[in-house]
């Protein structure tokens, strides 16, 4: 079950939060848990069992974590704790990537069985490790009721795309929360907003990227053209899906993170991957970059904790060469920027700074979207010539006219301008505000019905 669907919106979500609502305190837990297993159960019933043993297990290493005293002990509990929950990523995530490298490389007939990948199972596995780590090192506690901690790892807004919550964040909330009729009004708001980002933006936009990657050759601008159209489609698209999730926490009385902010008005690589997919990022510094030794060693251990981080967050978005590719490409760029270009960028003009940020960004959703290194190295050469169809084309400026509209009111929403101004039209005109929202979900409305395309990139994840 996905967020933009007919189902999930006129059915499930609103059965779920009159129940949530209507139940008492005592019980909402209970009444999330069994909604997110619903919610789970609707697209892989076959792996609810895989996240349940990830829910046992964690929580018994929780409480034994939570009773040991001994040093020792607690490191070898949590050496067990993560060493199982990497080996079932692993072997689900990774191992049919791996022995498709190894046959490849070394002639082997090892046996691929070809698993469908479990949805979500890169964020729940990610919070149950924060859970443990963080219980280990004595900055949370462990948690006692195995509903309350189920009711954490399963958690249905985000559990199959994030944000990554960690439960330091949300342990008060899981005890004791509100859902007050404001908190759902803005809640309804918020989903509404990322179901429009979704739906009427990154699908429409995906259109666009994916006829011009199926084009056999490109003009240079065509391949710009649709380069740009997939790094707009993939924001909206996870972006949209993250505000659905705040929203829907919101709704439960939940207060989620932000994951994004305006990550394409970035000045440098770096403070794009401050504002792009936060949750992974402050998870892969707080429980990696950091234990590793951050930028508090020498420039060679830097450099190293930097590729070590980045081809680990490089494998985390998929099993394949390109991600790595992909992740060993950012750590060059946040190395070279740290160490050879920072000061230079720093004296750029905004407008330079953040044009030259987007040209890297946009080259490096290129190697992300495309696991088949032929097409990537076409693709590529596409955007600097090389065996380009010319500059520009009718090709070109048919899909600039057909779609400048879209193009130019995604760039608009790409900035803080038309939330601010959303925000002061619902404080100073409610019912006008009432009115837009109302029609903005029946346009979304209108297109699930009548669209077929509806996919959703960050699944695969």
Same mark, same amino acid.
Not at 154 to 180: C, H, N, S, W
Not at 215 to 232: E, H, I, K
């Given at each position: 079950?996905?967020?933009?669907?007919?189902?999930?919106? @006129?059915?499930?979500?609103?059965?779920? +939060?009159?129940?949530?609502?209507?139940?008492?305190?005592?019980?909402?837990? /209970?009444?999330?848990?069994?909604?997110?297993?619903?919610?789970?159960?609707?697209?892989?019933?076959?792996?609810?069992?895989? +996240?349940?043993?990830?829910?046992?297990?964690?929580?018994?290493?929780?409480?034994?974590?939570?009773?040991?005293?001994?040093?020792?002990?607690?490191?070898?509990?949590?050496?067990?704790?993560?060493?199982?929950?990497?080996?079932?990523?692993?072997?689900?995530?990774?191992?049919?990537?791996?022995?498709?490298?190894?046959?490849?490389?070394?002639?082997?007939?090892?046996?691929?069985?070809?698993?469908?990948?479990?949805?979500?199972?890169?964020?729940?596995?990610?919070?149950?490790?924060?859970?443990?780590?963080?219980?280990?090192?004595?900055?949370?506690?462990?948690?006692?009721?195995?509903?309350?901690?189920?009711? #954490?790892?399963? +958690?249905?807004?985000?559990?199959?795309?994030?944000?990554?919550?960690?439960?330091?964040?949300?342990?008060?909330?899981?005890?004791?929360?509100?859902?007050?009729?404001?908190?759902?009004?803005?809640?309804?708001?918020?989903?509404?907003?990322?179901?429009?980002?979704?739906?009427?933006?990154?699908?429409?936009?995906?259109?666009?990227?994916?006829?011009?990657?199926?084009?056999?050759?490109?003009?240079?601008?065509?391949?710009?053209? /649709?380069?740009?159209? @997939?790094?707009?489609? %993939?924001?909206?698209?996870?972006?949209?899906?993250?505000?659905?999730?705040?929203?829907?926490?919101? +709704?439960?009385?939940? /207060?989620?993170?932000?994951?994004?902010?305006?990550? #394409?008005?970035?000045?440098?690589?770096?403070?794009?991957?401050?504002?792009?997919? %936060?949750?992974?990022?402050?998870?892969?510094?707080?429980?990696?970059? %950091?234990?590793?030794?951050?930028?508090?060693?020498? %420039?060679?251990?830097?450099?190293?904790?930097?590729?070590?981080?980045?081809?680990?967050?490089?494998?985390?978005?998929?099993?394949?060469?390109?991600?790595?590719?992909?992740?060993?490409?950012?750590?060059?760029?946040?190395?070279?920027?740290?160490?050879?270009?920072?000061?230079?960028?720093?004296?750029?003009?905004?407008?330079?700074?953040?044009?030259?940020?987007?040209?890297?960004?946009?080259?490096?959703?290129?190697?992300?979207?495309?696991?088949?290194?032929?097409?990537?190295?076409?693709?590529?050469?596409?955007?600097?010539?090389?065996?380009?169809?010319?500059?520009?084309?009718?090709?070109?400026? #048919?899909?600039?006219?057909?779609?400048?509209?879209?193009?130019?009111?995604?760039?608009?929403?790409? /900035?803080?301008?038309?939330?601010?101004?959303?925000?002061?039209?619902?404080?100073?005109?409610?019912?006008?505000?009432?009115?837009?929202?109302?029609?903005?979900?029946?346009?979304?409305?209108?297109?699930?019905?009548?669209?077929?395309?509806?996919?959703?990139?960050?699944?695969?994840?």
């Amino acid at each position: 079950m996905v967020f933009s669907s007919l189902h999930f919106l @006129y059915i499930y979500l609103p059965v779920v +939060m009159l129940a949530h609502l209507l139940a008492p305190r005592r019980l909402r837990n /209970g009444v999330l848990l069994a909604a997110s297993l619903w919610f789970y159960a609707w697209g892989e019933p076959v792996y609810v069992g895989l +996240m349940l043993f990830s829910v046992a297990w964690n929580y018994v290493t929780g409480l034994q974590l939570g009773a040991a005293a001994r040093p020792s002990r607690r490191k070898a509990i949590l050496a067990g704790a993560v060493a199982v929950n990497l080996a079932v990523l692993g072997f689900f995530k990774y191992y049919g990537f791996l022995v498709q490298t190894l046959n490849g490389a070394l002639g082997l007939r090892l046996p691929d069985y070809n698993l469908p990948l479990p949805i979500g199972i890169s964020f729940y596995t990610f919070q149950a490790l924060s859970y443990i780590i963080d219980v280990y090192r004595g900055t949370t506690k462990p948690q006692p009721s195995l509903v309350d901690f189920a009711t #954490y790892i399963t +958690m249905f807004p985000q559990l199959v795309a994030g944000p990554i919550v960690k439960y330091a964040d949300i342990e008060a909330q899981l005890q004791k929360r509100r859902a007050t009729l404001a908190q759902v009004g803005q809640g309804l708001e918020r989903v509404i907003l990322g179901l429009a980002k979704k739906v009427l933006l990154a699908n429409n936009l995906g259109l666009l990227a994916d006829a011009m990657r199926a084009a056999p050759r490109l003009s240079v601008l065509s391949a710009w053209l /649709g380069a740009a159209a @997939y790094a707009l489609q %993939i924001y909206f698209d996870f972006s949209g899906y993250s505000d659905m999730a705040i929203g829907m926490g919101r +709704m439960l009385g939940f /207060g989620f993170a932000e994951n994004f902010d305006y990550p #394409y008005r970035a000045r440098s690589v770096t403070e794009f991957w401050r504002r792009w997919h %936060i949750s992974l990022s402050g998870w892969f510094r707080d429980y990696v970059y %950091i234990p590793l030794g951050g930028n508090r060693v020498g %420039i060679g251990r830097h450099i190293l904790n930097l590729l070590a981080v980045w081809l680990l967050t490089g494998l985390w978005h998929g099993a394949s060469w390109n991600f790595v590719l992909w992740g060993l490409y950012y750590a060059v760029l946040l190395i070279a920027e740290k160490y050879v270009t920072g000061r230079a960028l720093s004296k750029l003009p905004d407008g330079v700074a953040r044009a030259l940020t987007l040209v890297l960004v946009t080259v490096g959703w290129v190697i992300f979207s495309n696991t088949d290194f032929s097409a990537m190295g076409r693709y590529l050469g596409f955007l600097v010539g090389i065996g380009a169809g010319g500059f520009a084309d009718g090709a070109f400026l #048919y899909a600039l006219r057909s779609n400048a509209l879209l193009i130019a009111f995604a760039a608009l929403c790409c /900035g803080p301008g038309l939330r601010q101004w959303q925000l002061r039209l619902t404080g100073r005109l409610p019912a006008v505000a009432l009115v837009l929202f109302a029609a903005l979900l029946a346009a979304c409305t209108a297109y699930l019905v009548h669209g077929s395309y509806n996919p959703f990139l960050y699944f695969r994840f």
